[in-house]
């Protein structure tokens, strides 16, 4: 069972517009973390956010973290045509990670 | 170090045919996954391995799957008697730590289509 939700499924934004997409989970977490993962390809780690943390920057991405609402978010500022991907965020459950079904980003150039 | 291997990377066989697919993590890290992955979905988990050792399996690691690490090095990933069902993207993924919250890196998949 996957245990995070994102939303949008697909996004489709114009070169240098932000990109949001939110990921909401169920049960409580250390961690959260984002993924991308281009078509045909392996994920690559963008971002880990802690429980006992709300926001965190990496370059052009800025994560926040709700655990109250048990929901999280990532902001791509400046997208740019090479940010076309799928975007996964992941769980910790137990020794594992648990992924969401991903939201399409397309950057339109 | 050159990240995750996974080989084959694509993989086609007939229907009642045994495949194995192999990983290599990266040298130093102790924790090993495989994940599938099917055409709009997000990787879904199916064993983890703490060095040699196979803490976890999900319950859709069926009879005809079964997977190995000798001396916490390599894995490899054996379906038996294919079903066109297990078609899909293997994703093999290593981290470090001792549990799930670390940056976990993958490898490219090896893609199977059974026929």
């Known amino acids: 069972s996957q245990q995070g939700e994102e939303d949008p499924q697909a996004l489709s934004i114009q070169e240098g517009e932000n990109a949001t997409m939110n990921c909401s989970y169920k049960?409580?977490?250390?961690?959260l973390q984002w993924y991308r993962q281009n078509s045909g390809r392996g994920l690559v780690h963008l971002i880990l956010?802690?429980?006992?943390?709300r926001e965190k920057h990496s370059g052009r991405l800025r994560v926040t973290l709700d655990t109250s609402k048990k929901s999280s978010s990532l902001l791509i500022t400046a997208s740019r045509a090479a940010d076309t991907a799928s975007y996964f965020c992941?769980?910790?459950?137990?020794?594992?990670?648990?992924f969401g079904a991903g939201t399409i980003l397309r950057v339109k150039s | 170090d050159t990240g995750v291997s996974q080989n084959p990377r694509h993989k086609i066989t007939k229907r009642g045919q045994n495949v194995t697919f192999r990983c290599d993590p990266i040298?130093?890290?102790?924790?090993l996954y495989w994940y599938r992955q099917t055409l709009g979905q997000g990787p879904e988990f199916l064993t983890y391995?703490?060095?040699?050792?196979?803490?976890?399996k999900s319950r859709l690691l069926s009879d005809r799957f079964s997977a190995e690490r000798p001396k916490g090095s390599f894995s490899t990933l054996e379906i038996q008697r294919t079903e066109q069902g297990d078609s899909a993207m293997y994703l093999c993924?290593?981290?470090?730590?001792?549990?799930?919250?670390?940056?976990?890196?993958f490898g490219q998949g090896t893609r199977l289509t059974v026929v």
């Open positions: 993924a290593s981290s470090r730590g001792d549990r799930a919250d670390t940056e976990a890196f």
């Open positions: 049960t409580s977490i250390n961690n």
């Open positions: 956010i802690r429980s006992n943390e």
């Open positions: 992941a769980t910790d459950k137990g020794n594992k990670l648990v």
């Open positions: 040298s130093e890290h102790n924790r």
């Open positions: 391995f703490q060095n040699e050792a196979q803490l976890e």
